[in-house]
T-cell receptor, first 117, second 117 residues
Framework: GAVVSQHPSRVICKSGTSVKIECRSLDFQATTMFWYRQFPKQSLMLMATSNEGSKATYEQGVEKDKFLINHASLTLSTLTVTSAHPEDSSFYIC?????????????FGPGTRLTVT | AQSVTQLGSHVSVSEGALVLLRCNYSSSVPPYLFWYVQYPNQGLQLLLKYTTGATLVKGINGFEAEFKKSETSFHLTKPSAHMSDAAEYFCAVTPQLYTGTASKLTFGTGTRLQVTL
C-alpha cells in the first residue's frame, strides 16, 4: 500500500503553546486528506476533511479556530493545534485518500502522540 | 448515510484456531468496504477492501472477507490465528459515489483480537 508519513511521531508541549503536525503522502497524490483523533481504547473520531487548495470541512463540535488545517499540495497537509491545553492531549492520525470511478484508496499515517503539560 | 456495527468488542481465540470478526453495515447506496488493523501506538494498516467485482476478497497476512449484500455483512476471517494477529481491527464503509474527491470513511467501534497459546 501507499506510504503516509507524519511528523513528529511524539510531541510534548506546554499549555498555551501551538503545535504543528505534518502529514505527507509519499508515493501518491491524494485528492483528500483526513485528520482523526483517537482516545485510548476507542475508534477514530474524524475531525476534518481537507481537499487540496480549498478550506477544510470540520466535523460538528470541532473548533476550526483551534485546529487549523492547511492542505498546501496533493502530498502535504498540516494540522496546527493552537493554544494547546491538557485536554487536547491525544493521538492524532492523518490519512490520504483518492477515489475514481469504482475505485477508492485511503491510507493512514503512523499517528502523532501529543501530550500537553 | 452509512453506519457500521462490529459485534463483539473483544474476541479471544487460541493460536491456530479460526478467526471470525463480524461486521455489518448500513448504506443507502452501494458501498466500498474495508478492514483495517491497528497495533498499539500505531496508525491503521489496510488489511483488505471490497470495491467491485469478486465478493470474496483476500488481503494481507492470510485474512479474507466476503461481501454479502443480502446480509449487509463483511465479516473478516483467517483460518489459523497467529500470536502476531493480536491487535485492534476496524471495519469501515464509504459510499460508491465519485465526486472528484474521496468521501469519508465511517468506522465501526473496533474489535480487539486476543490470541492465546
Amino acid at each position: 500500500g501507499a506510504v503516509v508519513s507524519q511528523h513528529p511521531s511524539r510531541v510534548i508541549c506546554k499549555s498555551g503553546t501551538s503545535v504543528k503536525i505534518e502529514c505527507r503522502s509519499l508515493d501518491f497524490q491524494a485528492t483528500t486528506m483526513f485528520w482523526y483523533r483517537q482516545f485510548p481504547k476507542q475508534s477514530l473520531m474524524l475531525m476534518a476533511t481537507s481537499n487540496e487548495g480549498s478550506k477544510a470541512t470540520y466535523e460538528q463540535g470541532v473548533e476550526k479556530d483551534k485546529f487549523l488545517i492547511n492542505h498546501a499540495s496533493l502530498t502535504l497537509s498540516t494540522l496546527t493545534v493552537t493554544s494547546a491545553h491538557p485536554e487536547d492531549s491525544s493521538f492524532y492520525i492523518c490519512s490520504a485518500a483518492t477515489s475514481g470511478v469504482l475505485s477508492y484508496e485511503q491510507y493512514f499515517g503512523p499517528g502523532t502522540r501529543l501530550t500537553v503539560t | 448515510a452509512q453506519s457500521v456495527t462490529q459485534l463483539g468488542s473483544h474476541v479471544s481465540v487460541s493460536e491456530g484456531a479460526l478467526v471470525l470478526l463480524r461486521c455489518n453495515y448500513s448504506s443507502s447506496v452501494p458501498p466500498y468496504l474495508f478492514w483495517y488493523v491497528q497495533y498499539p501506538n500505531q496508525g491503521l494498516q489496510l488489511l483488505l477492501k471490497y470495491t467491485t467485482g469478486a465478493t470474496l476478497v483476500k488481503g494481507i497476512n492470510g485474512f479474507e472477507a466476503e461481501f454479502k449484500k443480502s446480509e449487509t455483512s463483511f465479516h473478516l476471517t483467517k483460518p489459523s490465528a497467529h500470536m502476531s494477529d493480536a491487535a485492534e481491527y476496524f471495519c469501515a464503509v464509504t459510499p460508491q459515489l465519485y465526486t472528484g474527491t474521496a468521501s469519508k470513511l465511517t468506522f465501526g467501534t473496533g474489535t480487539r483480537l486476543q490470541v492465546t497459546l
